[in-house]
């Protein structure tokens, strides 16, 4: 195990950095739900490019056996998006929409 020792440390100013490091809230979870051969599906993944680093990506597979009720529910509107669980929007990337929830999701963390 590496040891990392810096000159200038502080332990007065580490306590709060130790608890602003430790109280932050994980990153928003962004999930799509998809299938093979979804030419929308990969458009909106490149229109969600530039914001990749404020959220988790996750990719549900429709037609999957273990997620029939996704399909059942989205094999007509695909792609359809969550966030943090909930519905966000479906057919493609409201960009708007998806800053006014990152933005959101910032302030509470």
Known sequence: MKCLITRNFNPKNSSHLLQRLFSQKPLPTLTLFT???CPLCDSAKEV??????????QQVDITLSENK??????????????FNGRFLMKHGVNTALL?????????ER
């Open 35 to 37: 299938k093979e051969q």
């Open 48 to 57: 969600l490019e530039p914001y990749k680093h404020r959220y988790i990506f």
């Open 69 to 82: 009720v996704w399909y059942n529910r989205y094999r007509y509107d695909i792609p359809v998006f969550h």
């Open 99 to 107: 800053e006014q929830q990152l933005s959101e999701a910032e302030r």
